[in-house]
């Protein structure tokens, strides 16, 4: 593949956009031209020959921003290889599991013939915006349980898809 990789996301207090600018370094590393940039601000996906699409998780849905962005370009995105990612689980629940997606992901993957998921821990320390967030912190609940050696583990995948494709 030589055009270019969109990297995307959904995100509230940022945990989700240091995910994808991971996963948009590892694909950079293996040659790929990647832009990275939050759902909300994309227009179009036709300059992009592959997607990669993340969301925060917030009481079992996908953000609003990734959900919306589905929604906005799903034919565009139905014609290029699609990957998505969730992040937001809290603790130790994700290490070493394979997280099914969401409802909501799970069918956005079927429309789209998504080439495939997976749930990253997420993260939530001081300073985080909403209420539910703020008492989660507050009762010794938050943290950050993201694993960047399984993100750059999955994000090299993505890269030896397009690159030896």
Known sequence: MTGTVLVTYGTTNGSTAEI?????????????????????????????DAVVVGGGLYAGRWHKDARRFVRRHRDAL??????????????????????????GVQRAMTRLDARGHITFGGCLEEG???????MIVSSGKGGDFRDFGVIEAWAQGIADALTHA
Request: with cysteine; glycine share 10%.
């Open 20 to 48: 994808a600018d991971a996963v948009a370094g590892i694909l950079r590393k293996d040659g790929l031209a990647v832009e990275s940039c939050s759902a909300r601000s994309v227009r179009s996906v036709v300059p992009y």
């Open 128 to 134: 985080a915006k909403g209420r539910i967030a703020k």
């Open 78 to 103: 139905a014609q290029r290889p699609v990957w998505f990612f969730s992040s937001g689980p809290l603790g130790d629940s994700v290490a070493g599991r394979d997280v099914p997606p969401v409802r």
